[in-house]
Nanobody
Framework: QVQLVESGGGVVQAGGSLRLSCAASGPTFSSHAMGWFRQAPGKEREFVAG????????YYADFVKGRFTISRDNAKNMVYLQMNSLKPEDTAVYYC?????????????WGQGTQVTVSS
């Protein structure tokens, strides 16, 4: 099983940028599609972005298209989420996840999350 640890969250002003990282451990990381999800206070967890095991076929939720970029480095067992043009509504706990290769919105397991706060 892959273990996931997110980092890179913090407080940023609206319009700013953050880069989230997800360190994965386990011998099968490079065979899994990966994704990012988020959960804002009082809301359900929602899909943000997903990427195939090879690093291709990125897919994004409409509300982050053009602003966020997901990437991975299988040699380093890392997944990233570059977040630009951040908005206050992007404030949430962000989770890295192993996801279903046929449906990135379906997660098999999660990391512990990292808090992102965007101030207006």
């Amino acid at each position: 099983q892959v273990q996931l640890v997110e980092s890179g969250g913090g407080v940023v002003q609206a319009g700013g940028s953050l880069r989230l990282s997800c360190a994965a451990s386990g011998p099968t990381f490079s065979s899994h599609a990966m994704g990012w999800f988020r959960q804002a206070p009082g809301k359900e967890r929602e899909f943000v972005a997903g990427i195939s095991w090879r690093g291709g076929s990125p897919y994004y939720a409409d509300f982050v298209k053009g602003r966020f970029t997901i990437s991975r480095d299988n040699a380093k067992n890392m997944v990233y989420l570059q977040m630009n043009s951040l908005k206050p509504e992007d404030t949430a706990v962000y989770y890295c996840a192993v996801v279903n290769s046929g449906d990135y919105a379906v997660a098999d397991y999660w990391g512990q999350g990292t808090q992102v706060t965007v101030s207006s």
